[in-house]
Each structure stands twice: as structure tokens, then as C-alpha cells.
């Protein structure tokens, strides 16, 4: 394959966990106890729901603006976060990365600069983002308390925002057609786990609205860990027996970090998409025919979805 998310078996040992206790997914790594002989991580947001476009153009990015002051050049921080958030190879990623990532996009367009708005990234909010692998407003809080920095005190301020804009706004989104005929088809063949970079609280609620929580084992949302620690649980069960559903390529990374499997929900194609992991991707899985040749068509084709770079000119 020549894109750049070609799927390689890793040849890592596997883990083993020897805890028996299971500690709540909400306030750290959730540890599954097998009861199938397969496991299938789910993302949520722009996989199972049609939530992305609504979460970032109507609570995300408006926060954005107002929280970091760029107002006057409001027509490009829209397009540099949704380029990041929603229509690059970047889609998916945690909120903090995100954010500063859109702000190094506004840093490098002619534009802004043209306008002389200077757009600072705080270091302090580099460096929590850098050490710090559970990145939701638990572990940012925790940090702020202990600390007091006042651009982490800020980075909090417009998170607990996004939460609050996200509450009022997203409901009545139900799960993409075909999805929870695939759960239902998974059900009793593998043990399913929610591993999604959305704050739990969240997750929890869009879930349980559409009755298909009981589907899944554990909802793991940011407050758990990155999506590479969630999916560690698939070392407890066999080669070619765990399976990731997402539809961004950080997904596809905590995949293959964790030797498992991939199956891509297509940006733009979603339907499509569910319609084939129904119909033909958990036979081929459940049957032991999924890696290999149809897993790198899938990759191929999932890889031409999402530029690396924006369409829009930019400088340094």
C-alpha cells in the first residue's frame, strides 16, 4: 500500500493482565473480563453517530472564537478547525491536540497575518498535552488545582464550555441506519467496548437516548485513557480475534498499536459503510477471512478519504 496508514502486523508480544479487579471506565483504564471469544472497540462520534458536523460547526468552533479572541478573523478559524476536526487525516483527534493544532493552521495563512492578529499558543498547554494521556477536564482540572497557570485555567474554561454548548445542543441524533443491526449481529459473538476520545458524560447519554448501550460491555470515553490504552484489552483475546470500527486515522493507529484488526467507516460514505460491515465485514471477521487482502482494500480506499494538507494557501 502506498497511502500512509498501510496495515502491518507489528510481531509485538502480547500483553497480560493479571488484575481481577475492573475499575469504572469513567475514572481510569477499564479492563475487560472476556466472554466472547472476540472483541470489538467502537468509536462513536461520526462512526456510530452523525454527530461531528453538529459538535464542532455548532459547539467546538464557536467557543473557539470567542474563548481565544478571534473574532476578527472568524471566517478562518472556522476553516482551520473544521479542516482539522472534521476533513483531514487529523479527524477524530482529542480536543486539546486539536485546538492548538487549528491555532498552528491560523499561525501559517497569509491572511491573518495580513490582519496583524498574532495567534499564541501557550506552551504550558504544549507541555500538559505532551505528558498527560488521560485529556479531559478531570485530568486538566487536577492539573490547575495544583498549579494554578492561568492559560491552563483558560484551556479548562472553554472545555467546560464545549460540554455545557454540547448538553444543550446534540440530541435527538440517532445512530447512522445499519448500526444497530451490526450490534445485534455482534451480540453474543463478541464482547463490544465504546473507545472514543468524547467525554464520558457525553457518550453515556447519546448511547443510552438510543438504546444501544446494552449492546457494549463499557462506554470508554477521554477520562479512560487515549484510544492505544483502551484498546489493550484486546490482548486477552487470540490473533485476528479483535476488531476496531472507526472512522479516522488515529483509530487505525491505536489498531494496529494494538494488533488488532480495522474496519473504516468512511467520512461521507457512512451509510455505505455500515451497510458493508453488515452484510459482509463481521462474516468475514467472525469467519477468519477479514485480514489480509480485504483488510488492505479497505485500507486503500479509506486511506484516499482525508488530505493531509488544506486546500488553502499557507506560509512557513
Known amino acids: ?112 497575518q495580513a490582519r496583524g492578529v498574532e495567534i499564541t499558543i501557550p506552551q504550558s498547554l504544549r507541555d500538559w498535552i505532551a505528558t498527560e494521556t488521560k485529556l479531559g477536564n478531570p485530568a486538566l482540572k487536577a492539573k490547575v488545582d495544583a498549579e494554578g497557570d492561568p492559560d491552563l485555567t483558560h484551556a479548562l474554561e472553554w472545555s467546560e464550555k464545549v460540554n455545557k454548548t454540547v448538553s444543550e445542543f446534540v440530541h435527538g441524533v440517532p445512530p447512522y441506519p445499519m448500526v444497530r443491526e451490526s450490534l445485534e449481529k455482534l ?28 449492546y457494549v460491555t463499557a462506554i470508554c470515553g477521554q477520562e479512560s485513557g487515549n484510544k492505544k490504552e483502551t484498546l489493550a484489552n484486546a490482548a486477552k483475546y487470540d490473533k485476528d480475534h479483535s476488531l476496531m470500527i472507526g472512522d479516522a486515522p488515529g483509530d487505525y493507529k491505536a489498531a494496529v498499536a ?13 451509510e455505505a459503510s455500515w451497510q458493508r460491515f453488515h452484510d459482509e465485514a463481521i462474516d468475514r471477521f467472525l469467519g ?13 480506499e479509506f486511506d484516499s478519504f482525508l488530505p493531509e494538507k488544506p486546500k488553502w494557501r499557507v506560509v512557513g
Not at 477468519?288 to 486503500?300: C, D, I, N, R, T
Open 288 to 300: 477468519g477471512s477479514f485480514a489480509g487482502e480485504y483488510q488492505q482494500k479497505l485500507l486503500e
Open 1 to 112: 500500500m502506498t497511502g500512509r496508514f498501510g496495515f502491518r502486523e507489528t510481531g509485538r508480544p502480547r500483553h497480560s493482565f493479571t488484575s481481577s479487579t475492573f475499575p469504572e471506565a469513567h475514572s481510569r483504564m477499564y479492563i475487560i473480563e472476556p466472554k466472547q471469544k472476540y472483541f470489538v472497540g467502537i468509536d462513536s462520534d461520526g462512526c456510530v453517530f452523525d454527530t461531528m458536523e453538529l459538535k464542532h460547526k455548532e459547539c467546538f468552533i464557536p467557543n473557539i472564537i470567542k474563548y481565544y479572541n478571534l473574532q476578527s478573523i472568524s471566517k478562518y478559524a472556522r476553516e482551520a478547525a473544521e479542516f482539522v476536526n472534521l476533513y483531514s487525516k487529523s479527524r477524530g483527534i482529542n480536543r486539546f491536540p486539536a485546538l492548538v493544532e487549528a491555532l498552528e493552521w491560523l499561525q501559517k495563512r497569509p491572511e491573518v
Open 258 to 270: 494494538n494488533d488488532c484488526l480495522f474496519y473504516p467507516i468512511n467520512p461521507g460514505e457512512e
Open 187 to 214: 451480540a453474543g459473538q463478541a464482547d463490544m467496548l465504546v473507545c472514543s476520545a468524547t467525554p464520558n458524560e457525553a457518550l453515556t447519554a447519546e448511547w443510552n437516548e438510543h438504546d444501544v448501550a446494552k
